[in-house]
């Protein structure tokens, strides 16, 4: 059985803003076959807002992906597969027409446009704060935003094992709906596709952040209201793949 690399993201500045959410919430959006992960007895949602410094799904050429940066803000919830742990995507907004399209055909993700920008603010010490904008202005699709200004509030380090950051962040496998589009996924079972993620370790640190809007939860059914526990990373280097 080969390994294929589907695509490959580097990203920074990685804020990760975690709720617990209800069951009847998350369950219709998900597809047969997965069920949700709990962590202290409650269901959770996340919301992943990054710089996307270098990104390629194999369905796009090289020439014609975008080579600058762009915001991306996703929204996901924690499942089980054959008793194996995953995640699910329930939105992603990217600040790339063409990266968006690309990653729907490709990845199969619910993928959507968005006006995005990320201001960072560095230190003698590296990355000091992050000033996250993202509204979707996808024609036909619902409105949804996500502003937050962000940063570490220490050093960064592997997440604590049994913690609620290694639930939400050190994940290596995630699912999507098989009647979008993914030929680049392996089947998971009737109605379901499967890639894997291959990457070192999460480096996660404490986190300050202010979050000022957030309604990608809304168009869903999903209430993301109160504060969020927060974890922030100064970056990573992945690679979907895919087992055929």
Not at 108 to 133: H, K, Q
């Amino acid at each position: 059985m080969r390994m294929d690399t589907a695509l490959t993201t580097t990203g920074r500045a990685v804020l990760f803003a975690h709720w617990p959410v209800a069951d009847d919430q998350l369950r219709p959006h998900l597809p047969d076959g997965l069920e949700l992960d709990r962590y202290d007895g409650s269901a959770w949602a996340s919301v992943l807002a990054f710089e996307v410094t270098a990104a390629r799904p194999r369905a796009l050429p090289a020439g014609l992906w975008p080579t600058g940066t762009f915001g991306e803000v996703n929204l996901r919830t924690y499942v089980r597969h054959d008793d194996r742990p995953g995640v699910y995507f329930l939105s992603l907004d990217a600040g790339t027409r063409v990266g968006a399209a690309a990653l729907h055909s490709a990845m199969g993700m619910p993928c959507y446009v968005a006006a995005t920008s990320v201001d960072i603010r560095r230190s003698n010490d590296g990355i000091e704060s992050v000033a996250f904008r993202s509204r979707r202005s996808q024609p036909g699709q619902p409105a949804a935003t996500f502003a937050a200004d962000y940063g570490p509030a220490g050093a960064a380090g592997p997440v604590e094992p049994g913690s609620l950051a290694e639930f939400c962040i050190e994940r290596r496998r995630w699912f999507t709906d098989a009647s979008q589009p993914s030929p680049y996924l392996a089947r998971a079972g009737p109605g379901l596709r499967v890639g894997e993620i291959d990457r070192d370790p999460w480096q996660v640190a404490p986190a300050t952040a202010a979050v000022s809007e957030n309604s990608l939860g809304r168009p869903l059914g999903v209430d993301l209201s109160g504060e969020p526990t927060v974890h922030y990373s100064p970056g990573f280097e992945s690679a979907v793949t895919t087992r055929r």
